[in-house]
């Protein structure tokens, strides 16, 4: 089991499958991708959040190969953490 991170302002939680609509959202933006053109498409595809948590990440975490989290706000616990904060 993953454990959870907080500090006084955030949380660390394990990623889930339901993270992967709001991943989709705030992902795809030259922005951010120009740094992880070696494993993030350009463009980014309509479908590659949910391929990347469903194929990549939960397996990792489930062989035990990584740990992956997702960052939020405390005061907003639902909400990933966006790039503009």
Known sequence: M???GKTER???RPI???NAAQIQELLPHWEIVRYLLNVVPWPYPADGAL???RDVALHAVQRG???VWTLRLKQARRKLLD???
């Open 2 to 4: 993953i454990p959870e």
């Open 10 to 12: 955030l949380l660390l």
């Open 16 to 18: 889930e499958i339901g």
């Open 51 to 53: 391929k990347f948590v």
């Open 65 to 67: 190969d990584q740990w």
């Open 83 to 85: 790039r503009s904060l």
